[in-house]
């Protein structure tokens, strides 16, 4: 036997011949032109239903059906009819080895496309050449569409199962994708020809292309639907009493069926707890995870769901979701029970309701919040009241001038607390609230008519300087708590704690916002040597919280050794005519 190009065998007793003959996967030698076969080793022969040296001598376009042979994957010809699909690699010198292995269906049928799309479970995958109208099918497709794998299936087989009018139907929408040159997706109910089941089925493709942009054929993916088909089906019957009951309830309802990560929304509730339009669709558990919930409460959902799970127990969970109509962050109560077929089964859905608690939740903290504050300012306002005694004591002359200064002061910090719990329609003016603060601890009354208060001035230690300003009630309560707490800090341990401390307040209204910018500005001077805190105590964090949560500002505070100061510059709210007392 003459050796082929290449110098692959000789002799039977050269052990490159015997390699090439042993060898598990299918080689061949072509001649230098690429035109004959000159020797292909038994495994080859064996993968093309050939017996063995059957394939030598022969035009290397029998392989392939006419044409020249190619790299890549491709069907070559069996010799009991129909096609192999195999991956061919050229070799040698001049290319004239040929490496030949089989692909099996789910190789045949993958296609780069396809992988965004096979992320999700129970995907099959298809593949259509368009020069030789072949359908080929992954495992799992063919599982779905009741054939074998590979390319058993054609358009003639899958049309017979389809109901009168679905082919034109859908002919006429992959005939429109592929003249948009784009994506596709349909669902259809087949009767499978193994069976005789009827199933559901969602089916996405696109068009793909050869590196020149010629248009070779179309991928897809095609998934059974019919349990997600047939729940959504079912909710119909019921679907009217259950919008009645979770309309008075505020409940939203949904099912999430595990398998295939698709929520079903029963009512049009679950759609405003989310802000999705009925055309935005539902989401499954991986968005709600990923995109839905607050990162910071990733964690304890997974691992609520994943306890629920383990103890087949009901599952209870609280998060804060991004509401998609308007981007807001509303609270969510979730609760829920996991459906099995059977005991010692993994569930297939969970059904469960959704509460937005938003507006529950801030009441609750408001509530805390007010509660802290009463106790806190309680305490503050023993501690004035002790500092109102010490101050007063120390000017009066007699028994009675104390008495008529000490309860006049009381006076004073009573009408703070009464502005502080008006009706929520009224304003308070900013320099009331100051007074009502600061009057208690001036050395000296000033009565009506006389310079004092109409100057600015409070028997020189305190200053005010700003225009009238009548604050919103949504406003003047805060500001007139973060006063309360700068006077008694102030009394404390600032300016007011000795009798030579001063305070300068100053404010004036800038442009901006929806109705002007609030400057505030206090500074003390004169009292004991200012330090910072070594720690922010409750009255520091109320300040913050109370100042740029709820009237939205920006804050600076100053501990300069001769005396503390604070800033804030505050956008005022408009004003509800409708929240003014009746005329």
């Known amino acids: 036997m003459h050796g082929p190009v290449g110098g692959l065998h000789g002799p039977a007793a050269d052990p490159r011949h015997a390699a090439f003959e042993a060898a598990a996967i299918g080689l061949a030698v072509l001649s230098e032109d690429g035109a004959q076969i000159l020797e292909a080793n038994p495994a080859l022969c064996a993968l093309l239903g050939h017996a063995p040296g059957a394939l030598s001598g022969k035009p290397a376009s029998d392989l392939v059906g006419g044409g020249r042979i190619a790299d890549g994957i491709h069907p070559w010809l069996h010799a009991g009819g129909g096609s192999v699909e195999v991956r061919v690699r050229r070799s040698g010198a001049g290319g004239t080895v040929l490496v030949v292995e089989a692909v099996d269906a789910d190789e045949a049928a993958r296609s780069e496309e396809n992988r965004q799309d096979l992320a999700a479970a129970g995907l099959g995958e298809w593949r259509w050449e368009q020069a030789t109208g072949r359908l080929v099918l992954s495992r799992r497709a063919a599982q779905i569409l009741g054939h074998p794998p590979g390319d058993s299936a ?82 119909v019957a019921r679907d009217q009493r259950l919008r009645v009951a979770t309309t008075v309830a505020r409940l939203g309802i949904f099912e999430w069926h595990m398998l295939e990560d698709h929520a079903i929304w029963e009512n049009e509730r679950m759609f405003e707890i989310f802000g999705h339009a009925p055309e935005d669709g539902t989401i499954g558990k991986s968005e709600f995870l990923r995109d839905t919930l607050h990162p910071d409460d990733r964690a304890s959902v997974r691992l609520a769901i994943s306890q629920a799970l383990r ?13 998609r109509s308007d981007g807001a962050w509303r609270t969510i109560d979730l609760a829920g029970r996991f459906e099995r077929d059977a005991p010692n089964r993994l569930p297939r859905r969970l059904i469960g309701l959704v509460a937005d608690v938003t507006d529950q939740r801030l009441a609750e903290e408001r509530q805390a919040l007010l509660i802290r504050e009463l106790h806190h300012r309680v305490k503050n306002t023993l501690a004035t009241v ?7 004591a120390r000017t009066a002359s007699s028994i009675d001038s104390f008495y008529e200064a000490f309860v006049g002061r009381i006076k004073s910090l009573a009408h703070t607390h009464s502005v502080l719990t008006e009706a929520t329609w009224q304003t308070a003016d900013l320099r009331t609230l100051l007074l009502s603060e600061l009057r208690p601890y001036a050395e000296a009354q000033t009565r009506e008519g006389e310079a004092g208060e109409g100057d600015g001035v409070l ?55 929806s109705a002007g910018m609030l400057h505030f500005a206090w500074r003390e001077s004169g009292g004991p040597p200012v330090e910072p805190p070594r720690r922010q105590g409750f009255g520091s964090r109320l300040l913050q919280r109370v100042l ?24 005022l709210p408009v004003r509800n005519p409708g929240l003014d007392p009746p005329g």
């Open 386 to 392: 002790q500092a109102i005694v010490g101050s007063t």
């Open 311 to 323: 103890d087949d127990a009901i599952l209870h969970t609280t998060g804060r979701i991004r509401r």
């Open 548 to 571: 740029t949560t709820q009237v939205q500002a920006e804050v600076e505070t100053l501990y300069a050794p001769d005396g503390f100061a604070l800033t804030m510059l505050a956008p």
């Open 154 to 235: 054609t358009w003639d087989i899958l049309r017979a199962g389809l109901s009168a009018g679905e082919p034109e139907r859908l002919q006429a929408v992959v005939r429109d994708a592929m003249a948009r040159d784009g994506a596709y997706r349909f669902e259809t109910r087949l009767t499978r020809e193994a069976d005789g089941r009827e199933v559901v089925l969602a089916v996405r493709g696109r068009p793909v292309h050869a590196a020149d942009g010629r248009r070779t054929g179309m991928v897809g993916v095609v998934q059974d639907v019919t349990t997600r088909v047939e729940a959504r089906d079912g909710l």
């Open 459 to 513: 028997d020189g230690r305190i200053t005010l300087d700003g225009p009238d300003t009548a604050l919103p009630s949504e406003i003047a309560v805060p500001i007139g708590m973060a006063i309360h707490e700068l006077t008694t800090n102030a009394a404390k341990y600032g300016a007011l704690s000795n009798r030579r401390g001063r305070i300068s307040v100053a404010w004036t209204i800038l442009s901006g916002g």
